[in-house]
């Protein structure tokens, strides 16, 4: 009897540690596994299909410079791949092929961002992935909203090849937590916008939103469980220069896809980064699009103007804003966190090839026909070399 | 076989489990793999065996302790999810916005893993009072007493 009792509380002692522990574990998900990396789902050594080694190669054999109809049709077969290839992102046999890819593309990026130098007085970019660009002059290298690393873990690791890493809003498709941490090893400056926000959520999604009797930005996304050492936040129209690299930021209004409930929780601060490096004038615009004060660029060099495709609307209004600019950059295009009906909606090459005339940007309300604009879309993976393109 | 030996077997295949995970022999919880398919069919062997070996408690307690099982079991891949984010290995092989949102696909786990295991323990259970020997002498004393 005394040792059937003694089992018993055993027993229970046993229960109470499980459930213990599982609230424990519940608990730490929920508020304490903001810095948690993302795990890959695929073995490292796993080879790339034949379609993927075939359209690789059609992508390699056409740079972003060329204008002929066979480039088109790259560009065009790069649709199809993610029509057929992309269906989430839910487990690994969604997007098996479309990870292959991406992986073969950013793997290659990696090796030439760090084996090439580029010559004093030219700059070399490389697309990454949605809004993300590497820029490499002799001076620096900087990057722009690099993130994806919850399609491709190893893309993280582009953090740590530049010397500043600009982030336009701290949404996951710009603001990825595990380059960042790859590029604060790298001593790399991070800017973030400044602004009074609040944290609201969407289900479990916490989001930044803008809140003139909010917390400061580093303090909300401290809230998020982010390390903030290392990240600066700068302030509408201010301009710092590190190392040789003069930024200006330009708050623009997070462009929200409806009017709904959901449109309070996009209302987040976002930038536009003026970034002078080298001579060369980069003009990216994250997600940003309206003003209240329209910046007036006329005054500027814009070698590049990066842009979040949407429409020709946006282009023209973009086109307008900044007429000077040498060349524009449609991306934030085949982004496959958005999911698979956004990503045909909208996000694919067709749409942007609306603007697409032999390499220059072609508006219809626009004159002259095509504009004398330099429009280039990109793959992920492929560089441009900015002497070349602005000829 | 104690009860509790029982709920420490299962810690430990639950572990195993995610452990063959974690260095790839077996594939993450989501997949359907054949090698997955049998590792569950073994764990639901040993749910019937618990429910054979505890059917002289009763149908009801019987459905409890397979319901404890499936407590237990969530409990470890729950702290192996954590592992799993903290060593980058994917244990539940699903895409997560965040690593709060495991709590979703947990909660699935558990409540299936109780629907299942219950059933399971109880089919164990139901199975042992028709053709265990001792559950058979047990009914004919019983009867004859009536």
Not at chain 1, 36 to 46: C, K, M, R
Not at chain 1, 137 to 155: K, Q
Not at chain 1, 169 to 178: A, E, L, T
Not at chain 2, 9 to 31: K, N, Y
Request: include cysteine; hydrophobic fraction near 45%; charge should be negative.
């Amino acid at each position: 009897m005394t040792v059937e009792k003694s089992d018993g509380k055993i027993l229970k002692i046993f229960l109470v540690i499980v459930a213990l522990v599982f609230v424990g574990a519940l608990a730490y998900i929920l508020f304490f596994s903001g810095s948690l990396h993302t795990p890959s789902f695929f073995a490292d050594n796993l080879e790339p299909s034949a379609d993927v080694k075939q359209l690789d190669s059609q992508i390699q054999s056409t740079g972003p410079e060329n204008t002929s109809e066979t480039r088109f049709a790259v560009l065009h077969d790069f649709d199809e791949f993610i029509k057929a290839k992309f269906k989430d992102l839910t487990t690994p046999q969604d997007y098996q092929e479309v990870y292959m890819l991406l992986k073969t593309r950013i793997d290659r990026a990696i090796k030439e961002i760090n084996e090439t130098s580029v010559p004093p007085g030219e700059l070399k970019l490389w697309y990454i992935y949605n809004m993300g660009i590497i820029a490499k002059t002799s001076d620096a290298t900087i990057g722009f909203d690099l993130a994806g690393s919850y399609v491709y873990p190893s893309l993280a690791n582009l953090g740590g090849y530049v010397d500043m890493l600009l982030i336009s809003h701290i949404h996951g498709d710009h603001f990825d937590k595990n380059v960042i941490m790859k590029a604060k090893e790298h001593g790399a400056t991070i800017i973030i916008p400044d602004g009074k926000v609040r944290v609201d959520h969407f289900g479990l999604t916490p989001f930044i939103v803008k809140d003139p009797n909010g917390m400061d930005m580093l303090d909300a996304i401290k809230q998020l469980g982010i390390d903030t050492s290392g990240l600066t936040a700068i302030k509408p129209n201010e301009t710092i220069n590190v190392k040789g690299v003069s930024v200006t930021a330009f708050s623009g209004e997070h462009r929200s896809p409806d009017e709904s409930t959901v449109k309070s929780l996009y209302d987040t601060p976002v930038d536009w980064y003026y970034v002078n490096l080298s001579g060369f004038g980069l003009l990216h615009t994250g997600d940003g699009f309206l003003f209240d004060n329209v910046p007036d660029f006329s005054a500027k060099r814009v070698d590049v103007l990066i842009i979040h495709y949407s429409d020709e609307l946006t282009c023209e209004a973009l086109y307008k804003m900044i007429p000077n600019a040498k060349v524009m950059l449609p991306f934030h295009l085949h982004e496959l966190g958005h999911g698979r009906e956004m990503v045909l909606d909208g996000g694919m090459f067709k749409n942007a090839l609306d603007q697409y005339d032999h390499g220059y940007l072609k508006l219809t309300y626009v004159q002259p026909n095509p504009t004398l604009m330099r429009y280039v879309p990109m793959i992920w993976g492929e560089s441009l070399d900015l002497g070349n393109a602005t000829q | 076989m104690k009860e509790l030996y029982f709920y420490v077997l299962f810690v430990a295949i639950f572990a195993a489990q995610t452990g063959l995970i974690m260095g790839g022999v077996l594939d993450p919880e989501s997949s359907y793999s054949a090698r997955n398919i049998l590792f569950s069919v073994f764990v639901a062997a040993v749910v019937i065996y618990m429910g054979w070996n505890f059917s002289e408690s009763g149908i009801k307690k019987v459905a409890i302790k397979g319901a404890i099982v499936a407590f237990v079991g969530v409990t470890v891949i729950t702290c192996a999810s954590i592992i799993g984010y903290t060593i980058g290995k994917p244990i539940l092989g699903v895409y997560l916005p965040s690593a709060a949102y495991m709590v979703l696909p947990l909660l699935y786990i558990f409540l299936l893993s109780v629907i299942l295991y219950t059933l399971l323990a109880v089919l164990g259970a139901w199975v042992a009072q028709r053709f265990k020997p001792s559950q058979i002498k047990k009914k004919e004393a019983d009867s004859a007493k009536k």
